[in-house]
């Protein structure tokens, strides 16, 4: 092999090399899918599968799901959420109390080290008081993801019919 053949190999390695750690922390800091998730304070968090459940006509109450994965080392703990289209937003758990199936705000749900957690209908969910506007099934539910140490996540939420 000759020594041009030899260098030109190796620049090639070399600028693929540069390129990668030119693109990785952007990947880290910026997660996409279809729901329109913009992440530019959560490293390693991704926001997957992001909907809200359409209520019925005139019910200002709503849930949204979605799931969280951390492909980091560090845990991170999601907070509360908003969205201009609520007058409020909570973290909500279900829970068995005598029997019956109720739901209760927590302050913070984990989302541990390489993990992933799902919000889910019976189980952990984003609770949305004061609906505003009118919400459509095919629709986009607009939000913000608050986690713990002032880092937050937009994420569009489609709005499902179900
Ligand atoms: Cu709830």
């Known amino acids: 092999m000759r020594a041009g053949?030899?260098?030109?190999?190796?620049?090639?390695?070399?600028?693929?090399?540069?390129?990668?750690?030119?693109a990785a922390p952007v990947l880290a800091d910026v997660e996409t899918d279809n729901t329109g998730v913009k992440n530019t304070g959560v490293k390693n968090v991704q926001v997957t599968k992001a909907y809200l459940r359409l209520p019925p006509p005139g019910s200002p109450v709503a849930a949204v799901f979605l799931h969280l994965r951390n492909t980091g080392a560090k845990p991170h703990q999601l907070i509360g959420a908003r969205s201009k289209l609520a007058g409020?937003?909570?973290?909500?758990?279900?829970?068995?109390?005598?029997?019956?199936?109720?739901?209760?705000?927590?302050a913070q749900l984990q989302v541990p080290a390489y993990s992933e957690v799902e919000l889910k209908p019976g189980g952990h969910h984003l609770m949305v008081f004061g609906l505003r506007g009118e919400l459509k099934a095919g629709g986009v539910f607009p939000m913000t993801l608050l986690f713990a140490g002032d880092r937050e996540v937009e994420v569009e939420a489609e709005i499902k019919r179900l």
């Open 88 to 106: 409020k937003m909570e973290v909500h758990t279900h829970e068995h109390v005598d029997g019956m199936m109720r739901m209760r705000p927590v």
């Open 5 to 22: 053949q030899l260098y030109e190999r190796w620049s090639g390695l070399l600028l693929l090399c540069s390129l990668t750690l030119w």
